[in-house]
Structures are given as C-alpha cells and as structure tokens.
C-alpha cells in the first residue's frame, strides 16, 4: 500500500508547482534606450523559479512579487517567487542602452504557453516569429504573440504608454505644510511606480483580446 501512495503523492506534489502560463512584454523605444515591462502569470501555489534573458548591457531589473538576481552566465537571471492563490503575477522591469534603430535579440527560458510583446503606437517592429493580434483600442498600442522560443526583432520609432504628469510648481514657505507624509518605500521609486502601471496595461490588452476572440 506504501509503495502506491508515495508515488502518488510525489507526482501530486510536482503538478502542483507554479508554472508560467502566459508572459507578456512592453516595450517601449525612447531613441537612445529602451524601457522593458515584463508581467509573468503564474498558475499553481508554492515556491518556483524561472530564468530570464536580460541585455548583458541592462540596469540592474527590478522585480515585484518575486526576487531576480544575476546566475553565472552573462544576460541570464533567476527569478524566484512564491505563489499562494492558483493564478497570481510577477512583474519585472529594467532599461537598456538601445540607439534608434536597433536590432533586439533574445529568447524565453521557459515553457509558457503563450508570449505575447506589445509596442507603443509610433513603434515600428519587423520579426517573421511575431504574428500580430491587432491594436488595442484605447492605446493604440500593437499586439503580437511570439511563435517560437527565440526572437530577433527589428525596432524603430519611439513611444510609450507611461503617462507622463505635469511638472508640480514648488510652494514657497509661507504656503508650505508644516508636516511631512511619510510614503512608503514603494513610493519614492518613480520608475518603479510608471513600470506597475504598464503591467497593469498589458494584463488589459490581454484581457481585452481574449474577450474579442470569445466573441
């Protein structure tokens, strides 16, 4: 009877690990370098890890809901995270030196099933492994799903779906409060901040064109 169950409960426990099961990028082209929003869907409960490639010449990524450090092999992350609801999401950010226009290379480590890139509108792409979904209606914003594992894709023009706010004029003494509000650390990063909000506009696109497929 031992010899049943132990097996059994082996194989239960390694279905239940997270996995990736969709992984979405923004990119977004400035002309003299590029800002890059990944979002990774995870389905499954449980600790579980992934490796990314990252530009060799990128900023060090930020990571939220999960922890990325560098591996011994140039460009190449571990990204760790640990899920406590079936389907929950990890968001990673990073900048790269990327004169306009430029060729971008590079290539998905893991098994999701689906991996789509999204460009700003006023960005030109041109990759045979990209099928294009469309424009979401409210950006603009190209969509396309990526055929393969590897991607070379040819980018030029500039855009970016990260609203810029109007520059606050700066009180003068006798106007300004006499206390502070203290924000939480996640509020002195501005980066941080504009990056979360394009993670939320691609889980938008997506959500958008699964609704337009349904119908």
Known sequence: MIRIILPLFVCLSVMAQPKVSQHMMLF????IELNVSETLIIEGTGKGKVQLAIPADAETPVARNGEIKKTGRPGIYELSFESNEPESRVDVMWTAPFILPETLSGRILHTASLVRMVFPSGVKVNA???ESNGVEPNTQAEIYTLHGTTYKIEIDGAGSLRRQAPAATPPSEEEAPSFEIVLPRLYKQAYWIVGL??????????????????R
């Open 28 to 31: 977004e082209p400035t002309g």
């Open 128 to 130: 045979p492994m990209l």
């Open 197 to 214: 909000i394009s993670g939320l506009l691609i889980i938008g696109f997506i959500l958008n064109y699964r609704a337009s497929v349904k």
